[in-house]
């Protein structure tokens, strides 16, 4: 593992003389992607409305936002290596700033993409760069708690974006979304440019440069990511576009590991994750990612979309009964990892997912947020509990040699897998509503004595509307309640597809093996 610290990089300076500030710059540079990838999925309405955007233009400017991050997102590992965290991160860190700035004021919809596009594709550096700052400029004993700090953000932004733009939106306008990065950004870099040592160009490792592979691994995923995206709206292989993103992009991966084959000096070769134990845990992974979609979207969802509530009260339980006890954990789960085995660890956090999920599946549709309080407890441990043991035990079992591969695939998994996690989770509540309200609606059919007395009943409460809207008023309110009740059975179902998944990450977490001795296995 120590290897990892001397990549192919050339330190002119000391190395390290203000490791506190490089810390800092750990902390908020996922912070503010985080924060920021969380809080414009959450406010696309509110942009939409900004921007006098249509559903599908808001819908392509979602995807056109996010999608650039995974092309370069993989890649910055090698960056870093051979250019330097500083020439990576600081000078974008500026231009994605200035972006954030003028992005508000922008009122033409191809400017607006454009801007969304480059925004998008600068924020992708940030958190790659994160796990290099650390191997490379900290100390081993402090790799645990920076990673820990790592982990920490996912979840904590996840839940705490709901409540922060809410706060934006109702105080001090929708434009505190990007405009919160012009402050945040030329600090990271400030932090990133006294807390880290100047290094020169690697320029044996630029001349062996993969070029091709990188275009065609980037590219490829990108058209991938559109593809998975826009796949529920535009309902997956019924749709031209989805085909051929999905093909283009299967075919630049396909492509993209011929390459990797047969040059002489590959990028990220497929053999630099074929270690079993690395399999498993990558493996493992996507089954958190769709475990954790419980939190990252049932919950939410369900508390917005079904009960109706506000974003402010759905941000304040997600705050209160997820973010404290993921605060609480996190040093817990520091602490554990150096004394025993990650595997036990991450064991913990896949059972805290399942016991969230069995909750869930008792779930009837008079819950509110106070009835999801012990789940987002759960669901909060959890995160941090699995995030962490995941990261330490993929890089401690991996090749220190071939760390830069590593990464690329780490990045794939955060990003793409995380989308695929959560439009499959989005698929499945669709179709699952459009059949249980079939079903339902089997025992109401038109002229049966249930629905008659239904109708009748609540014709009489709403009869002070006239006679004549009554019947038509009455009609309407069952069927609001017969969509009401396929949602909440929708949920139950996709809250049984999470445990499912967690017990399957906890069937593979049984055939990894003890990682060998390091710094990040105890």
């Given at each position: ?30 912070f503010?992607v ?14 939409k ?19 650039p ?11 870093a ?23 508000p ?10 801007l ?11 958190i790659?760069?994160t ?10 004993k ?16 996840t839940?705490?974006?709901?409540g ?13 979304l ?7 950004a ?91 134990n690395?399999v498993?845990?990558?493996?493992v ?16 969802n369900?508390?917005?979309?079904v ?23 996190t040093?817990?789960t ?38 999801f ?33 590593v990464?690329a ?59 004549s809207?009554?019947a ?23 809250f ?9 990450g ?17």
């Amino acid at each position: 593992m120590a290897n990892i610290v001397s990549m192919p990089a050339h330190p002119t300076s000391v190395a390290m003389h203000r490791p506190l500030l490089a810390v800092f710059a750990v902390l908020l540079g996922p912070f503010m992607v985080g924060f920021h990838s969380r809080m414009f999925g959450i406010g696309l309405v509110d942009l939409k409305g900004a921007f006098s955007l249509g559903y599908d233009e808001g819908a392509w400017l979602s995807t056109l936002a996010t999608a650039p991050q995974i092309i370069l997102a993989p890649a910055v590992a090698w960056f870093a290596a051979a250019y330097g965290i500083r020439r990576v991160i600081v000078g974008p860190a500026l231009v994605y700033a200035l972006i954030s700035a003028i992005l508000p004021f922008a009122r033409d919809y191809h400017v607006l993409i454009g801007l969304h596009i480059v925004h998008g594709a600068l924020l992708g550096l940030f958190i790659p760069a994160t796990l290099m700052i650390i191997f490379q400029t900290l100390p081993s004993k402090w790799w645990m708690s920076a990673i820990g700090f790592y982990a920490f953000r996912a979840a904590f932004t996840t839940n705490a974006g709901t409540g922060l733009l809410d706060f934006y939106v109702q105080h001090l306008g929708w434009q505190l979304l990007y405009w919160q990065d012009v402050v945040l950004a030329p600090l990271m870099a400030l932090l990133i440019l006294r807390g880290t040592a100047r290094q020169e160009p690697n320029r044996e490792l630029i001349q062996k440069a993969d070029w091709g592979g990188m275009i065609l691994f980037g590219s490829g995923l990108a058209m991938l990511f559109v593809a998975i995206d826009q796949g529920n709206r535009l309902d997956w292989f019924e749709n031209g576009i989805i085909v051929s993103t999905l093909l283009g992009g299967s075919g630049l991966i396909a492509a993209f590991f011929v390459n990797e084959m047969l040059i002489a000096h590959p990028w990220a070769s497929i053999s630099a994750i074929s270690a079993r134990n690395v399999v498993l845990i990558l493996v493992v992974s996507l089954f958190y990612l769709m475990s954790a979609s419980s939190n990252t979207a049932l919950v939410p969802n369900f508390l917005i979309n079904v009960m109706q509530l506000r974003p402010e009260q759905v941000g304040s339980t997600l705050v209160i009964w997820a973010c404290v006890p993921l605060i609480v954990m996190t040093p817990v789960t520091v602490w554990a990892m150096h004394r025993v085995d990650g595997r036990l660890v991450l064991f913990a956090g896949l059972c805290c997912f399942a016991g969230a999920a069995l909750i869930g599946t008792g779930l009837t549709s008079d819950w509110s947020g106070e009835n999801f309080r012990t789940m987002l407890v759960l669901q909060g441990a959890g995160h941090i509990l699995t995030f962490l043991p995941v990261i330490a035990v993929a890089i401690a079992n991996g090749d220190p040699k071939r760390a830069v591969a590593v990464a690329a695939y780490i990045q794939v998994i955060r990003v793409l897998g995380t989308q695929t996690a959560q439009a499959l989770m989005t698929t499945f509540i669709r179709k699952g509503e459009q059949i249980h309200s079939y079903a339902v609606g089997l025992n109401l059919q038109r002229g049966s004595e249930i629905s008659a007395d239904a109708i009748s009943a609540i014709g009489r409460a709403v009869a002070s509307s006239g006679q004549s809207l009554a019947a038509s008023r009455a009609t309407a309110v069952v069927a609001q309640h017969v969509q009401k009740q396929a949602n909440t059975l929708a949920y139950i179902d996709a809250f049984w597809l999470t445990f499912y998944c967690a017990m399957a990450g906890l069937i593979l977490l049984a055939f990894v093996t003890k990682a060998p001795k390091g710094p990040l296995s105890a």
